[in-house]
């Protein structure tokens, strides 16, 4: 049982404070990993020797006592990391975008951890003034300076770079956020060689907003590209190289096998819904840039691509047919890909592979978007299980930065992670 509520939890995200940041939304991910820890319990009990379990029963009580006790404890912990005591101070040096992008990141998704006193800034016409930071909205650090936002909150400005010291000693400050991703002055510099004699913790902007969103911000990147940027990634490293690649084969093969018996009942009911071609290939892109076929079964009508322009599926797309659509919730379209799996051309788990049309006009347009093809493509991935499918240019360069964020960060940790949690995408019908 404790397994199966540490899975469900992996899942539904309740261990992830980037989808926790309001009561609200932790008692949601509650109820969705109760339902998933009764159904499999369930499930298990009826398809298995029932010698070996627990009673039926036990699975309600444990279901409801857990939620009661983790929902107490998460309401004591609110309750608790809300007060200011428990927060820690930063001050946040720059008040131009980035600076306003990290104050937003930490409003939004570490309100409980931080406690934002002021900006300092040497910028004259900005001395004394509050500066307002939308809680809600789109993310700045995609967005422009003034988006739309429901909420709020005002920030002021306590003075320049040599006020700095002062404010940290008055408001007893361990730690300053620098926002400034190009050149420092000779003031501020000194200020921070002050801050380094008084043990203040200095922090970069592009590190904190990776760790509060699981993004790299490929916007606010400036001369800190060496820090910010993946140089290397997992791949290089012998022991990852070996142990993902026979991951990928056993999982593939274990997949194949799974699916085999059911693909006649797929196949015909594709056929039915819509004659035509079962499979389907395009041309996409994988690691060094290197070309190569991927598969996928058939989920829209035949000839979808007028005169063979490249197009992007949309929501509610009319070319998906009806049971495409269903294969699409459950994933199910993609399941061909184990084979590419096994050819070596794509791993279980790393950035989604682009046709190489769609990937110049990306290079052209998105910063460091060639970082993506630093590692093999996968069928799972650390974007897609945290932004979705993108539509435009705006959601390429979100989905940029959760896919640079997998390449710096990739690990078999993490490859779990994002495979545990996609099962989950599957389990809920997030597919589209």
Same mark, same amino acid.
Not at 43 to 66: E, M
Not at 179 to 203: P, Q, V, W, Y
Not at 364 to 372: D, M
Not at 405 to 425: A, E, M, N, P, W
């Given at each position: 049982m404790s397994a199966l509520w540490l899975m469900s939890a992996y899942i539904t995200g309740l261990y992830d404070p980037l989808r926790n940041t309001t009561l609200e939304k932790t008692i949601l991910r509650l109820i969705q990993s109760g339902t998933i820890v009764?159904?499999?319990?369930?499930?298990?009990?009826?398809?298995?020797?029932?010698?070996?379990?627990?009673?039926?029963?036990?699975?309600?009580?444990?279901?409801?006592?857990?939620?009661?006790?983790?929902?107490l404890w998460r309401i004591s912990f609110y309750y608790l990391s809300g007060s200011s005591r428990f927060k820690r101070k930063v001050l946040i040096i720059g008040a131009g975008w980035s600076g306003k992008t990290i104050a937003q990141a930490i409003l939004k998704y570490a309100s409980h951890q931080y406690q934002i006193i002021g900006f300092i800034d040497d910028d004259p016409e900005l001395a004394d003034k509050m500066i307002d930071i939308?809680?809600?909205?789109?993310?700045?650090?995609?967005?422009?300076?003034?988006?739309?936002?429901?909420?709020?909150?005002?920030?002021?400005?306590?003075?320049?770079?040599?006020?700095?010291?002062?404010?940290?000693?008055?408001?007893?400050?361990?730690?300053?956020?620098?926002?400034?991703?190009?050149?420092?002055?000779?003031?501020?510099? /000194?200020?921070?060689?002050?801050?380094?004699?008084?043990?203040?913790?200095?922090?970069?902007?592009?590190?904190?907003?990776?760790?509060?969103?699981?993004?790299?911000?490929?916007?606010h990147i400036g001369d800190n590209w060496f820090v910010s940027l993946p140089m290397d990634s997992a791949e290089t490293s012998l022991f990852y190289a070996y142990a993902s690649r026979i991951f990928d084969i056993v999982s593939a093969s274990l997949g194949l096998a799974v699916l085999l018996p059911f693909f006649p009942i797929i196949a015909l009911a594709l056929y039915l819904d819509s004659p035509g071609p079962i499979f389907y290939s395009q041309e996409r892109v994988g690691k060094g840039g290197n070309k190569f076929y991927l598969y996928k079964l058939r989920t829209m009508v035949p000839d979808a691509e007028v005169g063979g322009v490249a197009q992007r599926a949309q929501k509610d797309d009319p070319r998906i047919t009806r049971v495409g659509r269903w294969l699409r919730k459950f994933r199910l379209d993609e399941m061909p890909q184990l084979i590419n799996i096994l050819k070596g051309e794509m791993s279980a788990v790393g950035? /989604?592979?682009?046709?190489?049309?769609?990937?110049?006009?990306?290079?052209?347009?998105?910063?460091?978007?060639?970082? /993506?093809?630093?590692?093999?493509?996968?069928m799972a991935g650390w974007a897609v299980v945290n932004f979705g499918y993108i539509d435009d240019l705006e959601s390429a360069r979100m989905r940029l930065q959760y896919d640079l964020?997998?390449?710096?960060?990739?690990?078999?940790?993490?490859?779990?992670?994002?495979?545990?949690?996609?099962?989950?995408?599957v389990f809920l019908l997030r597919g589209r």
């Open positions: 009764m159904v499999v319990y369930l499930l298990i009990f009826f398809y298995t020797a029932p010698k070996i379990l627990l009673p039926r029963g036990i699975v309600v009580y444990q279901v409801i006592s857990g939620f009661i006790l983790i929902t939308p809680v809600s909205g789109e993310d700045y650090s995609l967005d422009n300076l003034d988006p739309e936002a429901k909420e709020i909150k005002k920030i002021p400005i306590l003075g320049a770079s040599q006020d700095l010291i002062s404010n940290i000693v008055n408001n007893e400050i361990p730690e300053v956020i620098l926002a400034i991703t190009n050149d420092i002055n000779t003031a501020t510099f /000194r200020s921070l060689m002050d801050c380094k004699e008084l043990a203040i913790d200095i922090t970069l902007m592009t590190e904190l907003y990776e760790k509060l969103t699981g993004r790299i911000p490929i916007e950035p /989604r592979p682009e046709r190489p049309s769609h990937l110049v006009e990306l290079d052209e347009n998105v910063p460091f978007h060639r970082l /993506r093809n630093a590692v093999k493509p996968g964020y997998y390449v710096k960060h990739q690990s078999i940790l993490l490859d779990l992670i994002i495979l545990i949690r996609t099962f989950g995408q």
